[in-house]
């Protein structure tokens, strides 16, 4: 949505590809050469959710009621529309990209810009895509798994395949005064909504693992090869990383 994160990642993604490696059987049959610096900017992670993330999403969970969430979701997942529809696009997938642009047009019209879903009512569900699952389904290699600090998981192909995505935003080109107030805006929004929708997930998986960093690692990669191959494993429910 904004070129900025885009440059960020991908100097992120230079720093991890420096970082020191490890020679653990387990973490290599993970593809996570980069294990020590993933595992250190996991746990800052972990703080930084524990003191500031989680507490702001467990207040706007309290005040903000169930309706008005699932209003802002919907929105936010509306504005996403046109980059899902380009990586259908990309797949080959015309009638999932005809049946996302007219969820689109549905939507945005009657569904007052997005804050009610009608077009799964009518029979117009969401289709998660996006370019990392774009680039899996040409082939490319997943790459090295890498844990950057605001990204979370994000192994080469995925973190390429944010970069594509935020070229095919239209808000990225539309020139509009107010424009990078709405973008980051947005951004802001999109962290406090998979954050608050995740609540209980992310404490469940927690409290159940002996590893938090080697489950969520598992699970996204579990979750994301089941996207790419268009399979749908236990995992189909997996919060977002």
Request: proline fraction near 8%; charge should be neutral; hydrophobic fraction near 40%.
């Amino acid at each position: 949505m904004t070129r900025i994160p885009s440059i960020f990642a991908v100097l992120l993604a230079a720093l991890g590809l420096a970082a020191c490696t490890t020679r653990s059987p387990e973490a290599l049959a993970e593809h996570d050469p980069f294990e020590p610096t993933n595992r250190f900017w996991f746990d800052a992670s972990q703080k930084a959710d524990k003191y500031f993330a989680k507490p702001v999403a467990q207040g706007y969970v309290a005040v903000v009621p169930a309706p008005a969430r699932e209003g802002l979701h919907n929105v936010l997942n509306n504005i996403n529309q046109p980059v899902v529809f380009g990586n259908e696009i990309l797949q080959g997938s015309p009638k999932r990209a005809a049946s996302t642009l007219g969820r689109f047009v549905v939507n945005s019209t009657v569904g007052v810009a997005g804050l009610v879903d009608v077009a799964t009512k009518i029979g117009l569900p969401d289709d998660d895509q996006d370019g990392g699952v774009t680039f899996g389904k040409w082939g490319l290699p997943e790459g090295p798994y890498l844990f950057l600090p605001l990204l979370g998981p994000a192994p080469p192909r995925d973190l390429l395949g944010r970069v594509a995505d935020n070229y095919m935003q239209p808000i990225t080109w539309i020139k509009f005064p107010g424009q990078h107030t709405l973008t980051y805006s947005i951004l802001g929004a999109n962290f406090l909504d998979q954050r608050a929708q995740n609540l209980d997930t992310l404490d469940q998986i927690e409290r159940t693992s002996v590893d938090f960093y080697a489950t969520t690692r598992s699970l996204y990669r579990q979750h994301r090869n089941a996207q790419i191959n268009g399979n749908q494993p236990a995992t189909q429910n997996l919060p977002n990383f």
